[in-house]
């Protein structure tokens, strides 16, 4: 799936929910799969005792990995061009998060159509836990 | 820190699409990939995090003969008190900001270098007291024809203490 540069306009937004009750596991795989072993992700036992918090907590790079997903299922695969975040607050296991994307401006950049998107990842409090911008290539 | 050889490979691309819970077929079937406009498997925008697997002395991960900061017999595998340690005690670095700018889609089979280059360093006051010290690295990736393929820019922080967000 791609976007069309006639099919969308400023304001038009996409959202889906990332992820259900963030398993430790699912910590555990993005580890794995990364090469990020800090224990502060997979160890309750040092990220309690010896690093105080309390408990594991999610990479923000799993969130934003997650996140980038409804991105590209908005805007199709290959089509970024930027994507940027910040990480405003941690994602602990049982999280559930919906990420949305708005589309912010619709331009032209070196003869292709160019849509700028604002990120907002919030958690089941509401809370925001990934702020961010991206843009990406659209069909003309 | 440099990485000499990151070789995009199939089934790394597939773990790490499973890991952040993306069934999408263009991150594993080639027989789908050749059908779309990429025309073969491609790693998710933010794979090229997983360079670390091929940097040698990536900190963060256990290395065979060496103390490792997280628990076994004791809630930290750390036998001599070393408070400046990567990670040990409360005041460890965490992850503030991320950002990809992608010159060109990343497929299987290509074979990456990473050049990484510090950036600017800043401090500010945290909202609950204590300094809080933000320093950015840029890390270009180049493919096999010395051609930038994605630049990242990574901003961490360390706290004086544990960061909670409530």
């Known amino acids: 799936m791609t976007l069309h540069a006639n099919d969308i306009k400023i304001g038009d937004s996409y959202e889906e929910e990332i992820c259900d009750n963030l398993s430790r596991t699912q910590i555990v795989m993005y580890a794995g799969a990364s090469g ?5 992700h997979s ?3 040092f990220t309690k005792e010896v690093a105080g918090y309390p408990s594991v907590f999610a990479h923000g790079m799993l969130s934003m990995g997650m996140t980038g997903r409804m991105l590209t299922n908005f805007v199709g695969d290959g ?3 930027y994507y940027g975040v910040r990480f405003t607050a941690q994602v602990f296991p049982g999280a559930t998060l919906r990420a949305k994307a708005t589309i912010t401006d619709i331009r032209d950049e070196n003869g292709e159509k160019i849509a700028d998107l604002e990120v907002s990842t919030t958690n089941q ?3 925001e836990v990934i702020k961010g911008k991206a843009s990406a290539r659209l069909d003309q | 820190m440099a990485i000499g050889k990151f070789p995009i490979e199939k089934s790394h691309v597939m773990m790490f ?3 952040i819970g993306d069934s999408n077929k263009i991150y594993y079937d080639s027989e789908y ?3 779309t406009e990429c025309g073969e498997i491609i790693a998710p925008p933010t794979f090229v995090q997983s360079s670390a697997q091929f940097d040698p002395d990536y900190f963060l991960r256990p290395k065979i003969g060496e103390e ?3 628990s076994a017999k004791g809630p930290t595998g750390i036998t001599k008190k070393d408070s400046s340690g990567s990670g040990s005690g409360a005041g460890g670095g965490l992850h503030a900001e991320q950002h990809y700018v992608f010159h060109k889609t990343l497929k299987v089979g290509a074979v990456l270098t990473a050049e990484v280059k510090p950036g600017k360093t800043w401090e500010k006051e945290g909202r609950k007291g204590g300094k809080l010290k933000f320093s950015e690295t840029v890390t ?3 493919d096999q024809d010395g051609e930038l393929v994605v630049t990242a820019t990574g901003v961490g922080v360390r706290t004086e203490r544990p960061a909670t967000s409530n």
Not at chain 1, 36 to 40: F, G, H
């Open chain 1, 36 to 40: 990020d072993y800090n224990p502060l």
């Open chain 1, 79 to 81: 089509r970024l061009k």
């Open chain 2, 140 to 142: 270009e990736y180049r």
């Open chain 2, 33 to 35: 990939a050749k059908q």
């Open chain 1, 125 to 127: 409090e509401g809370i």
């Open chain 2, 68 to 70: 490792w900061f997280g």
């Open chain 1, 43 to 45: 160890d309750e036992i």
């Open chain 2, 17 to 19: 699409a499973r890991s």
